[in-house]
């Protein structure tokens, strides 16, 4: 096969396993359609994944089609960049949170480190989360790598703070905090920092907060009272 045609093929089999792992039942008709090919070239990329070891099951009915099964073996997986640094921020926590899979959980980052391509490798470098209990609160990877960045850099981040029953920052200056480490506890990730402005140490929510760009300057870390981040969050909760 010319190199030309095993690069269009591999690229089509790579869009075809996103789409099945996208929707749980495909019609052969709109795989054919989605991809520009006829049911025929779908039919040969589905019989391509399985042999790759890829369980695609064929679906009966009206619109017979394909599905995507749960296999014995693990095959090699597909991720967009998004899902990419969210398994890496998964893994981190999972490393830090003092479960029984810890060094499964490192091994594995270190393997998806390895194969991912250098402008995620350094998104996923950045991360600095310390320990904690696993955070159940939506916030965005792009904050969280935002933060550990910060964090990793030594450099203070300007931010609008929301919480209910308070007056909204996004009218007033940003508030600033020396960022030195990301916290996960009971559902919530922190950020524990020093204030300039209060010349104390703050403790504040992520999802409350709306970060400012470009960051401050760069800062001389401290340690935090007691050496203890847990237990120093425990004490002062935000």
């Excluded at 095993?6 to 359609?33: I, K, M, N, V, Y």
């Excluded at 991809?35 to 039919?43: D, I, N």
């Excluded at 029984?100 to 091994?107: F, G, L, Q």
Aim: positive net charge; hydrophobic residues 40%; charged residues 30%.
């Amino acid at each position: 096969m010319p190199i030309a045609d095993a690069t269009t093929t591999s690229s089509r089999l790579l869009a075809l396993l996103s789409l099945l792992q996208a929707r749980r039942d495909w019609p052969a008709e709109r795989l054919a359609g989605r991809l520009g090919v006829s049911e025929r070239t779908v039919r040969r990329d589905v019989d391509r994944l399985r042999e790759l070891g890829y369980p695609v099951q064929a679906t009966r009915g009206p619109e017979g089609g394909y599905r995507l099964g749960a296999g014995s073996e693990v095959p090699p997986l597909l991720f967009d960049d998004e899902q990419a640094v969210a398994l890496a921020v998964a893994l981190r926590t999972a490393v830090t949170t003092g479960a029984d899979v810890e060094d499964a959980a490192a091994r594995a980052l270190a393997t998806l480190r390895q194969v991912l391509p250098s402008r995620l490798r350094q998104r996923v470098d950045a991360l600095e989360l310390s320990a904690g209990r696993p955070a159940g609160v939506s916030v965005g990877t792009d904050v969280l790598v935002a933060l550990s960045a910060a964090v990793r850099r030594r450099e203070e981040v300007r931010f609008d703070y929301r919480a209910p029953g308070r007056p909204d920052d996004g009218d007033g200056p940003p508030r600033r905090v020396q960022p030195h480490h990301v916290v996960a506890r009971d559902g919530r990730w922190y950020v524990v920092g020093w204030s300039p402005a209060r010349d104390d140490w703050r403790v504040y929510r992520v999802d409350r907060m709306e970060l400012r760009v470009p960051n401050g300057p760069r800062f001389t870390p401290r340690e935090v009272p007691g050496g203890d981040v847990a237990a120093f969050l425990t004490a002062r909760p935000s």
